[in-house]
């Protein structure tokens, strides 16, 4: 009987704040995935951002930890980063996620059970509901939030939503966009949300 063994594209990690072309590194993570070691692969931030293309020098996989050594050979900066990173966010973080998410007052989710559907204004204006990749968030709390009562996150599957869901720009990246009135029964949990004790939220 043979086993599948899972191969991944990415590294990712925060351990690197400076990296150098040419260099090499040791890093180490949890799982059963090895990394690509016959032809380059990205190394990214916890939250996507892309950083640099890399070589697996060497990897072992022994109890779930992998342990290895990279070579650096090429660092990502200004637009180039920020191109990459919202591509990597669009294939991994957003698509490959079988959940979207939405922030939302208590008053309106309330109101969203009541009727079955969730409405919004941004229906009529725009011709969609605004939700979010999970990564955005964070922002999008500090930004529109702070001033809500225990704000909640609606936690979306993508699978049950009876409208059409498109993945469209707008800033600090690729949202996906609900063109209809949603149905509440596609929220597949919630959670509320604070404000930490420096007046931001951190999700």
Not at 68 to 88: C, K, M
Not at 162 to 172: D, I, Q, R
């Amino acid at each position: 009987m043979g086993f599948k063994i899972e191969i991944s594209s990415i590294l990712r990690s925060d351990n690197y704040p400076e990296l150098t072309r040419g260099e090499l590194y040791s890093f180490e993570q949890q799982g059963s995935k090895v990394l690509f070691d016959s032809t380059p692969i990205w190394l990214t931030n916890t939250d996507w951002t892309a950083r640099a293309e890399i070589s697996i020098v060497s990897q072992t996989l022994e109890n779930s930890t992998l342990k290895g050594t990279f070579r650096v050979n090429y660092v990502y900066h200004d637009s180039e980063q920020q191109a990459l990173t919202h591509i990597l966010i669009r294939m991994y973080a957003g698509l490959s996620d079988k959940n979207i998410y939405l922030l939302s007052s208590q008053a309106e989710y309330q109101t969203a059970l009541n009727e079955g559907v969730l409405v919004r204004d941004s229906i009529q204006s725009e011709g969609f509901i605004h939700a979010s990749p999970k990564s955005q968030l964070n922002r999008l709390a500090n930004k529109y939030y702070k001033g809500k009562e225990q704000p909640l996150i609606l936690v979306v599957d993508k699978a049950l939503i009876l409208p059409e869901v498109k993945w469209e720009p707008a800033t600090g990246g690729l949202y996906p966009h609900i063109y209809g009135p949603l149905n509440i029964d596609a929220v597949s949990r919630v959670e509320k949300i604070s404000l930490s004790e420096d007046g931001n939220f951190h999700l």
